[in-house]
Nanobody, 117 residues
């Protein structure tokens, strides 16, 4: 079973940037379509961005132009570069398989992102 460990969150002022990392165990990581999700207090988890093993990406309209997803298959790691952060980006961020997969990995602990002045 693949294990996921998210990191890189923190407190940042509006307009600031953060880079999140998701480290995955397993030797066949490169075949998975991976995604970043987020869950704000009192809200459902939502998809933020996804990336195929070959590097094709999609991002949610709410973060388009501000967030970039990338991956390093040699390091079994997926990244989320977040720029021009807004208070509404405040949430716990998780990585997992993209929607449509026939399975879901166990969710990691996530990483908290708080955007506040």
């Amino acid at each position: 079973q693949v294990q996921l460990v998210e990191s890189g969150g923190g407190l940042v002022q509006p307009g600031g940037s953060l880079r999140l990392s998701c480290a995955a165990s397993g030797s066949i990581f490169r075949i998975y379509v991976m995604a970043w999700y987020r869950q704000a207090p009192g809200k459902q988890r939502e998809l933020v961005a996804a990336i195929t093993g070959a590097g094709t990406t999609t991002v949610a309209d709410s973060v388009k132009g501000r967030f970039t997803i990338s991956r390093d298959n040699a390091k079994n790691t997926v990244y989320l570069q977040m720029n021009s952060l807004k208070p509404e980006d405040t949430a716990v961020y998780y990585c997992n398989l993209a929607p449509g997969a026939t399975m879901t990995f166990d969710w990691g602990q996530g990483t908290q992102v708080t955007v506040s002045s």
